[in-house]
T-cell receptor, first 115, second 112 residues
């Protein structure tokens, strides 16, 4: 069974600073994908970034990067140069590759960006 | 660019009533999912489908039924609503294995 753990219920960061949101996972699947989603107060789920378990390089998408440490089973999201619009809930998720894609989500981290 | 559309956006039901939530996607995706989101518990998979005519149980399927008669539509049914089914329901779809899922805007359901 797959499990995602997000240990930070809430995080605070000042505008223009960088912030790291933690995510650890547990799986017995040989290959898998890791995702981060953003959920603003309006409620929609917005895809941010994806990392495949066999990808050699850490994924980056604009101000988002995924610090993937396979041996530690961690997939932390790094947001550089935080903006007020980054205030939202952030969910880490994973799915197996080569099998049915059933996304398993963590409980989320609420990020508040202050001026 | 409709993407994934859920109908309705809000609904209040009385205990014991039935209803169907509709999810429609226009991206020709094979995979579709229904999740529920409760405070402090993240998103949990209710049912999913890997193609037209197929459905399978997820993590929390009890009290729900689904159908995928057309590739673009995935219906979630509550036969006899219970207060424990008060939640926000999200539909999602994805094209391939290992790619991101696109979500609908959510349906806020309250059962009184």
């Amino acid at each position: 069974a797959q499990k995602i753990t997000q240990t930070q219920p809430g995080m605070f960061v000042q505008e223009k600073e960088a912030v790291t949101l933690d995510c650890t996972y547990d799986t017995s699947d040989p290959s898998y994908g890791l995702f981060w989603y953003k959920q603003p107060s309006s409620g929609e789920m917005i895809f941010l970034i994806y990392q495949g378990s066999y990808d050699q390089q850490n994924a980056t998408e604009g101000r988002y990067s995924l610090n993937f440490q396979k041996a530690r089973k961690s997939a932390n999201l790094v947001i550089s140069a935080s903006q007020l619009g980054d205030s939202a809930m952030y969910f880490c998720a994973m799915s197996p590759q080569g099998g049915f894609q059933k996304l398993v989500f963590g409980t989320g981290t609420r990020l508040l960006v202050s001026p | 660019n409709a993407g994934v559309t859920q109908t309705p956006k809000f609904r209040v039901l009385k205990t014991g009533q039935s209803m169907t939530l509709l999810c429609a996607q226009d991206m020709n995706h094979e995979y579709m999912y229904w999740y529920r989101q409760d405070p402090g518990m993240g998103l949990r998979l209710i049912h999913y489908s890997v193609g037209e005519g197929t459905t399978a149980k997820g993590e929390v399927p009890d009290g729900y039924n689904v159908s995928r008669l057309k590739k673009q539509n995935f219906l979630l049914g509550l036969e006899s609503a219970a207060p424990s089914q008060t939640s926000v329901y999200f539909c999602a779809s994805s094209k391939n294995l290992g790619t991101e899922a696109f979500f609908g805007q959510g349906t806020r359901l309250t059962v009184v």
